[in-house]
């Protein structure tokens, strides 16, 4: 079965200090991988969308990567108002997207 | 604001019910999608209309049913509502049926069942 699998659950971090954020993924016929953020009692919001191996995006104190097999959302210097739920999703022969659990991410200040 | 409308945003009901929730896609899009998202199970994609027609079906209970109306807005109905149909429930839409991974979701209706 096609699955996505974000890690860790939940991170803290320090205003300032810098991390990453793992969604790996084994589908059959990746069409896409595709980032959103989601804040408490909202929709989820997108960030970014890589096609192929080696691509990168980035938007402010974000930057998302993909390899093979994972996509990694890189965050620099995060301040508070970059916590949110990460969401990492795939898109599969079908055009169906599979989201994966998410990242709970904290920043304090 | 992401331009789709989902109303209503709460909603508590008994078992056994049925309920109806609405969406309203961002002007132009053809393209809406409905999803549940509970603690246990993260965001389940259920069905996708396209300009009227169903074009993708996922994890949709036979108790759940949904449409999409010539003016583009789409409901989704739950009957013989279960404890477990408690969740959040999130319309997207899209301009196109290609599903590119660029989905514009409403704020959710959550539902309770007692």
């Known amino acids: 079965e096609d699955q996505v699998t974000q890690s860790p659950e939940a991170l803290r971090l320090q205003e300032g200090e810098s991390s990453s954020l793992n969604c790996s993924y084994t589908?059959?016929?990746?069409?896409?991988l595709f980032w959103y953020r989601q804040d408490p009692g909202k929709g989820p919001e997108f960030l970014f969308t890589?096609?192929?191996a080696g691509e990168e995006k980035e938007k402010e104190r974000l930057k998302a990567t993909l390899t093979k097999k994972e996509s990694f959302l890189h965050i620099t210097a995060p301040k508070p108002e970059d916590s949110a739920t990460y969401l990492c999703?795939?898109?599969?022969?079908?055009?169906?997207?599979?989201f994966g659990a998410g990242t709970i991410l904290r920043v304090k200040s | 604001d992401s331009g789709v409308t989902q109303t209503p945003k709460h909603l508590i009901t008994a078992t056994g019910q049925r309920v109806t929730l609405r969406c309203s896609p961002r002007?132009?899009?053809?393209?809406v999608y409905w999803y549940q998202q509970s603690l246990d199970q993260g965001l389940q994609f259920l069905i996708q209309?396209?300009?009227?027609?169903?074009?993708a079906k996922g994890n949709i209970l036979e108790r759940f049913s949904a449409q999409q109306f010539p003016d583009l807005h789409s409901e989704l109905n739950l009957s013989s509502l279960e404890l477990g149909d408690s969740a959040l429930y999130f319309c997207?839409?899209?301009?196109?049926?290609?599903?590119?991974?660029?989905?514009?979701f409403g704020e959710g209706s959550r539902l309770t069942v007692l």
């Open positions: 997207a839409s899209s301009v196109d049926s290609l599903n590119t991974g660029e989905l514009f």
């Open positions: 589908v059959s016929g990746l069409r896409g």
């Open positions: 890589l096609y192929s």
């Open positions: 999703a795939v898109r599969e022969y079908g055009n169906k997207l599979v």
């Open positions: 002007s132009g899009d053809l393209s």
């Open positions: 209309y396209y300009n009227g027609e169903e074009r």
